[in-house]
T-cell receptor, first 114, second 112 residues
């Protein structure tokens, strides 16, 4: 185990549903990340939080809404998604966002949008 | 544009063979480079992190090298085993930003 957990592991939702993905890290890190992994494409960084503050938003559509209540927890709230949003959503954490920081990943949530 | 490329996309080798996975990047001004392993349907496991001042890093049967001037990194796996079968991803952090850019990975199959 990497110390980063994600729930749920699988999620199927309709385009009108509202759901949330949860990530928790037990490593004492200060930075947390959301990535999207689609088939045949490189991982895409979505959001970065450092000490609970959002430091990066990589032009992500507003139907994805992140929330970071503390340095250990990160949520991704989903609403009115499109079928092309189906992907593996990965959470990661690191000690900080700069310097010699190694990223540690969770197992991911496999999302299917019908 | 900063890009990371991994070729080939897929590789099959017989058990016991030594192999090399390649990663190339467009801009030599990198901060560090990280190799990951991803098993099907799972998250990423960090294998090795190489800082820009380093030429190589080793962990067990794995050796990662970095040649910034040519924009290349290689991951050498010695005496491959079926358990090494996975997708191997390379990620680069450049001096100009705080995020990692990932390649699309090489899917490795080690045949018993």
């Amino acid at each position: 185990e990497t110390g980063v957990t994600q729930t749920p592991r699988h999620l199927v939702m309709g385009m009108t549903n509202k759901k949330s993905l949860k990530c928790e890290q037990h490593l004492g890190h200060n930075a947390m990340y959301w990535y999207k992994q689609s088939a045949k494409k490189p991982l895409e960084l979505m959001f970065v939080y450092n000490f609970k503050e959002q430091t990066e938003n990589n032009s992500v559509p507003s139907r994805f809404s992140p929330e970071c209540p503390n340095s250990s927890h990160l949520f991704l709230h989903l609403h009115t998604l499109q079928p092309e949003d189906s992907a593996l959503y990965l959470c990661a954490s690191s000690q900080g966002t700069g310097g010699y920081n190694e990223q540690f990943f969770g197992p991911g949530t496999r999302l299917t949008v019908l | 544009k900063q890009e990371v490329t991994q070729i080939p996309a897929a590789l099959s080798v017989p058990e016991g063979e030594n192999l090399v996975l390649n990663c190339s990047f467009t801009d030599s001004a990198i901060y560090n480079l990280q190799w990951f392993r991803q098993d099907p349907g799972k998250g990423l496991t960090s294998l090795l992190l190489i800082q820009s001042s380093q030429r190589e890093q080793t962990s067990g049967r794995l050796n990662a090298s970095l040649d910034k001037s040519s924009g290349r990194s290689t991951l050498y796996i010695a005496a491959s085993q079926p358990g090494d079968s996975a997708t191997y991803l390379c990620a680069v952090r450049w001096d100009t930003g705080n995020q990692f850019y990932f390649g699309t990975g090489t899917s490795l199959t080690v045949i018993p």
